[in-house]
Nanobody, 122 residues
């Protein structure tokens, strides 16, 4: 059973920083692209950032470019989202997503974490 567990959320003042972590555990053959999404109240879930398996290709939505950095440690099956210069509009539940192969003979499928709340407020 594969699990993704996010951590690192919390309350921070505007201009502050937080680092989110997403740890994958369970029976896994390989983890491919990992991604961070967020969902603010009464809004649709949006893609924030992605990182490929090798960590060499990343994507950021325009609103977080130059402020957020996505990274991963494959030895720890963990992805990170470093969030700097946080703004009130970054307030949302942040979800981790990963494409994971549980066996070498089956295609990868999407897994989701339970989410971690990030609140940016003075």
């Amino acid at each position: 059973q594969v699990q993704l567990v996010e951590s690192g959320g919390g309350l921070v003042q505007p201009g502050g920083s937080l680092r989110l972590s997403c740890a994958a555990s369970g029976s896994m053959f390989s983890i491919y692209t990992m991604a961070w999404y967020r969902q603010a109240p009464e809004k649709q879930r949006e893609l924030v950032a992605t990182i490929t398996r090798g960590g060499d290709v990343t994507y950021y939505t325009d609103s977080v470019k130059a402020r957020f950095t996505v990274s991963r440690d494959n030895a720890k099956n963990t992805a990170y989202l470093q969030m700097n210069s946080l703004k009130p509009e970054d307030t949302a539940v942040y979800y981790c997503n990963a494409a994971i192969k549980t066996l070498h003979i089956v295609p990868p499928r999407d897994y989701w974490g339970q989410g971690t709340q990030v609140t940016v407020s003075s």
